[in-house]
Antibody, heavy 121, light 110 residues
C-alpha cells in the first residue's frame, strides 16, 4: 500500500523557520515527483512546489520562490519542505502529494494527511 | 500568478446535474491537457476525481465527467447525491512548469 506519512504539527513564532517531512512507503521514491500543497484555514488549495527525488531538482510557485526549499533524501525515502521567515499568513495545513498511477506528475492520487503549521507570537 | 477562476458556490437538488467552470489562460488551461479536479470534504484530504481534462481514476463514479473548451475547463456531476456535497478545486499545469489551483467551489446539495 502506498503511504505518505507526514510529521506532526508545529507552532512557530513569526520570523522563524519550519521544516516538515513526508516519508513514503509502498513505491520507489525516485520514480515520482513529490508535491507540496498548502491550505490556510477556510481557504483554498495552493501549490507550493515540487521536487524530483531522482535528481533533487525543485520547482516553486512564484510567491514562494526564495523563501521555501523542497528537498528529498533518498536514503530515508523522505521529502522535506522548509519555510523561512514565517509570517502569520503561513498558518496552514501543508500536504505532500504524489502521482503513482498516471506518470505525468501533474495530477496527484496519493496525499499525506497534512501537517498543521501555526505561526503565532 | 493568479489562481484559476471558479464560481464560489453552486447548488443543485438530488438527481439533478451541475457544472462547475474553471477559467484560466492560454498559459495554463488553454495550453495543456493537464487539468485535474479534486473533491474535498470538510476536514478531509483532497481526492482526485478527474485528471487530464476528462479521465476518471479507478473507483470514481461515471457521474463525474470533465471537459475543456479554450481556456475554460468544466466539471459536470450528474445524478447529484447528498455525498457529493463538498468543495471542488480545479488545477492546471502551466507554461512555467508549475501547477495552479482554482479558488474552489462549494457544492451544496439542496
Amino acid at each position: 500500500e502506498v503511504q505518505l506519512v507526514q510529521s506532526g504539527a508545529e507552532v512557530k513564532k513569526p520570523g522563524a523557520t519550519v521544516k516538515i517531512s513526508c516519508n513514503v512507503s509502498g513505491y520507489t521514491f525516485t520514480d515520482f515527483y513529490m508535491q507540496w500543497v498548502r491550505q490556510a484555514p477556510g481557504r483554498g488549495l495552493e501549490w507550493v512546489g515540487r521536487v524530483d527525488p531522482g535528481d533533487g531538482e525543485a520547482r516553486y510557485a512564484d510567491e514562494f520562490q526564495g523563501r521555501v526549499t523542497i528537498t528529498a533524501d533518498i536514503s530515508s525515502d523522505t521529502a522535506y519542505l522548509e519555510v523561512r521567515s514565517l509570517r502569520s499568513e503561513d498558518t496552514a495545513v501543508y500536504y505532500c502529494a504524489t502521482d503513482v498511477s498516471y506518470g505525468s506528475g501533474k495530477e496527484w492520487d496519493v496525499w499525506g494527511k497534512g501537517t498543521t503549521v501555526t505561526v503565532s507570537s | 500568478q493568479s489562481a484559476l477562476t471558479q464560481p464560489a458556490s453552486v447548488s443543485g437538488s438530488p438527481g439533478q446535474s451541475i457544472t462547475i467552470s474553471c477559467t484560466g489562460t492560454s498559459s495554463d488551461i488553454g495550453g495543456y491537457d493537464y487539468v485535474s479536479w479534486y473533491q474535498q470534504h470538510p476536514g478531509k484530504v483532497p481526492k482526485l476525481m478527474i485528471y487530464e481534462v476528462r479521465d476518471r481514476p479507478s473507483g470514481i463514479s461515471n457521474r463525474f465527467s470533465g471537459s475543456k473548451s479554450g481556456n475554460t475547463a468544466f466539471l459536470t456531476i450528474s445524478g447529484l447525491q447528498a455525498e457529493d456535497e463538498a468543495d471542488y478545486y480545479c488545477s492546471s499545469y502551466t507554461r512555467k512548469y508549475t501547477v495552479i489551483f482554482g479558488g474552489g467551489t462549494k457544492l451544496t446539495v439542496l
